[in-house]
């Protein structure tokens, strides 16, 4: 089945360290983007792309970087982590050509902690 | 931009009771507005939507109503299961930004059997 996929699910670091986190898709959609969960607060989204050549600053994009390799993978990048950071973190594609053109697919989620 | 608001934060229901959760948004040019469910550990999927044309949208055991006047909108869901338990996501879009998906903080609801 076609699928969002991001790497690694988990991860602990420290305060300083460069973080990516990785996203990959095989739904064939056009349209990608970064969101951060954290209790209370919902999804924000960080960071989106409606194609290879199209990057977009979302609601919370200080601290963080996007890099769209390819329309089937969208990278997030903490430079230099900190711990207000720590965060449970969702890829999601959408397609606008599809009947729904605005429903998300989100990927599994990656737990960040930064200490 | 969009805001939108979302309550309660949690909800606790007896098995087989009703459950409401409502959401305001303050932009009104948004046109779509959808519901996603996360359960423990998993990742948040749709389970209903409604465009701004509709003022009721039902899905077997789950209802959305909409009030574009007063711009708020919430999800009912009747003769409520265990597996209804998870962290229900109200979210407003506008076609002319986009598609972009504004959410709310989200309500946990429990269902007691």
């Known amino acids: 089945d076609a699928d969002v996929t991001q790497t690694p699910r988990n991860r602990i670091t420290k305060t300083g360290k460069r973080i990516m986190l990785e996203c990959s898709q095989t739904?064939?959609?056009?349209?990608m983007y970064w969101y951060r969960q954290d209790p209370g607060l919902g999804l924000r989204l960080i960071y989106y792309?409606?194609?290879?050549?199209?990057?977009n600053k979302g609601e919370i994009s200080d601290g963080y970087s996007v890099s769209r390799q390819a329309q089937a993978k969208f990278s997030l990048s903490l430079e230099s982590a900190i711990p207000n950071q720590t965060a449970l973190y969702f890829c999601?594609?959408?397609?606008?050509?599809?009947?729904?053109?605005?429903?998300?697919?989100f990927g599994p989620g990656t737990r960040l902690t930064v200490l | 931009g969009e805001n939108v608001e979302q309550h309660p934060s949690t909800l606790s229901v007896q098995e087989g009771d009703s459950a409401v959760i409502k959401c305001t948004y303050s932009?009104?040019?948004?046109?779509?507005f959808p519901w996603y469910k996360q359960e423990l550990g998993k990742r948040p999927q749709l389970i209903i939507d409604?465009?701004?044309?509709?003022g009721e949208k039902k899905d077997q055991r789950i209802a959305v109503t909409l009030n574009k006047t007063a711009k708020h909108f919430s999800l009912h869901i009747t003769e409520t299961q265990p597996e209804d338990s998870a962290v229900y996501f109200c979210?407003?879009?506008?076609?002319?930004?986009?598609?972009?998906?504004?959410f709310g903080g989200g309500t946990r609801l429990m269902v007691k059997p």
């Open positions: 409604i465009r701004s044309n509709v």
């Open positions: 999601a594609t959408s397609d606008p050509a599809s009947g729904n053109n605005n429903e998300q697919f």
């Open positions: 739904k064939g959609h056009d349209r």
């Open positions: 979210a407003a879009s506008k076609a002319n930004a986009g598609n972009m998906l504004t």
């Open positions: 792309s409606f194609d290879v050549k199209d990057i």
């Open positions: 932009d009104s040019a948004s046109n779509y």
